[in-house]
């Protein structure tokens, strides 16, 4: 299976313990493949360097190692694809994360964004991800 990243999954699951930590363990054991794009991880950088988490620098380059085990990174979308999709949102600075979904060929976007859960085909939360996983390894 593979999944792509909302940026607000990934700095969740590396600062805080909970369903969205568990995604990344299942990436890190290959359990299943997470994919984001070089835009969504300068994403995750820039969060994790807002002063509101209180984080070190060391302890910022210490995530984003660990990131970058846990996950296939890949190039940029097309620029003409983000625009295309911009247009279909109110909020545009998430066209990317569309766009990545679909230039990655993921099988999800795993995302907590409530316009790209209701305009995203195969967008899904998390709890709703790992009761997917559940169910799969149930019926092994």
Known sequence: MRVFLDSNVIVSG?????????????????AIELLITTVVLEEVSEALHDDKFGLERSEIESL??????????LGKPDVKTVRR?????????????????EYTDADFLL??????????D?????KDLLKKLEDLMDGE
């Open 111 to 120: 995302t907590g964004d409530k316009e790209l859960l209701r305009k995203v």
């Open 85 to 101: 999709i911009s247009q279909l949102l109110d909020d545009k600075d998430d066209a990317h994360i569309w766009t990545g979904f």
């Open 14 to 30: 590396l600062l805080f313990k909970g369903n969205e930590s568990q995604i990344l363990e299942f990436g890190a054991l290959r």
């Open 64 to 73: 984003l190692s660990t990131l970058q085990e846990e996950v296939l990174i």
């Open 122 to 126: 195969r967008a899904i939360r998390t």
